[in-house]
């Protein structure tokens, strides 16, 4: 009788159903009346005394077995046809959120779009580099302090392979391979050993432009940065240079633009100037131009540089540098609307 009920046991847990209908014949097969338990019930009455004790047990716990497995496999029925009733092919798909463009991307767009209409193409460079194409070729002596590992992420010393501090990189690599005429604009991701907080981050985005042929003037450079002004930040913009100082340009400038919130009037956002920063500009140094394979004797040029994150302050008033790289989309969906 043992044998019997253990060949049950087994048997039972290999038990499978795919329909209502199959688990009521396993039900009849074991725990009818004329079932399999009911058999081994029969036989127990014939069993000597000193085993009932035991063999009870054992067919009060196959009993169970039986009972719970019946349960399991109704309930895995009935489940997987909720989920049948719950499929109707004839309804419409759930709307997909449209997605919006980041607004560093929507502004990077409209720099290089004015820009473009100036006739200047987009040149792309590499984001680790070395020290030539990052400082040496743009006359920056050997202990400038933009070199400082404090400033520089270096990814190896001797030679020097380093995350470019600024885009400047690419005019040193675009003069290399390029005679004048050069007129490039060079948009991209630059990298400064910076604690992270609302005004600084160890990653930023820039984008510099570049213009070489003979008679190039600072003349040239003005009317550009005006128009740029002009496109980006409306009609009514006014610029103004201030003398600045850069390695690679000389002069060098810093282009501000009447505060584009008070119209100029002074407000806190430009500390009551009514002028704010955006770009630094210049024309390009004699030495840059020679160190890159350019007759500096014929030809001359202008550079200019901004940050995209600072464009975008102005235009859409972010308040905090993290935000655009935070990827929170209550912060990304307010661009849903600009293009
Ligand atoms: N490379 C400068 C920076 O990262 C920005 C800059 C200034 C670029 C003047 C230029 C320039 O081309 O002429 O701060």
């Given at each position: 009788m ?28 074991y ?8 058999e ?9 005394s000193e085993?009932k004790?035991e063999?009870?047990q054992?067919l009060?716990?196959?009993?169970t ?9 109704r309930?895995?029925?009935?489940q ?10 004839t309804?419409t ?10 607004p ?7 720099i290089v779009?004015i820009?473009s ?13 070395d ?9 920056f ?17 001797t030679p ?10 690419v ?6 391979n ?16 910076e604690?992270?907080?609302?005004r600084a ?9 570049l213009?070489?042929?003979r008679?190039?003037s600072?003349?040239?450079?003005r ?8 496109e980006?930040f ?12 850069f390695?690679?340009?000389e002069p060098?400038?810093?282009?501000d633009i009447?505060c ?17 920063e ?16 350019i ?26 540098l993290?935000?655009?790289s935070e ?5 990304l969906q ?6």
């Amino acid at each position: 009788m043992i044998d019997r009920i253990n060949q049950l046991r087994a048997e039972i847990d290999g038990l499978d159903a795919k329909t209502m209908q199959d688990v009521e014949t396993i039900r009849i097969k074991y725990l009818s009346k004329k079932g399999a338990i009911s058999e081994l019930m029969a036989d127990f009455r014939t069993v000597p005394s000193e085993q009932k004790r035991e063999l009870g047990q054992k067919l009060n716990e196959l009993k169970t077995i039986v009972t719970e497995r019946l349960n399991a496999l109704r309930e895995k029925l009935e489940q997987a046809d909720s989920v049948a009733a719950d499929m109707d092919l004839t309804r419409t798909a759930a709307p997909m959120p449209l997605g919006s463009r980041h607004p560093l991307s929507l502004v990077r767009n409209e720099i290089v779009s004015i820009f473009s209409r100036l006739g200047f193409t987009i040149a792309e460079g590499p984001e680790i580099e070395d020290d030539w194409h990052v400082f040496s070729s743009l006359n920056f002596a050997e202990d400038h302090p933009a070199r400082d590992m404090q400033d520089t992420f270096f990814i190896q010393r001797t030679p020097d392979v380093l995350l470019r501090t600024h885009t400047s990189s690419v005019q040193s690599r675009v003069m290399e391979n390029t005679q004048p005429p050069i007129r490039i604009i060079c948009p991209g991701r630059v990298y400064r050993n910076e604690a992270i907080s609302a005004r600084a981050h160890c990653f930023f985005h820039q984008v510099e432009a570049l213009y070489v042929d003979r008679n190039v003037s600072f003349a040239d450079l003005r009317q550009t940065l005006l128009y740029f002004a002009r496109e980006m930040f409306g009609p009514e913009t006014k610029i103004r240079l201030r003398p600045s100082y850069f390695p690679f340009t000389e002069p060098s400038a810093e282009m501000d633009i009447s505060c584009n919130l008070c119209g100029g009037k002074g407000c806190s956002f430009c500390k009551h100037t009514g002028w704010v920063e955006i770009l630094g500009c210049g024309m390009v140094d004699p030495n840059v131009l020679d160190a890159c394979g350019i007759d500096s004797g014929t030809y001359t040029g202008f550079a200019l540089g901004m940050g995209v994150e600072r464009i975008t302050n102005l235009k859409y008033q972010v308040k905090d540098l993290r935000m655009f790289s935070e990827n929170d989309v209550r912060f990304l969906q307010q661009f849903r609307s600009a293009h």
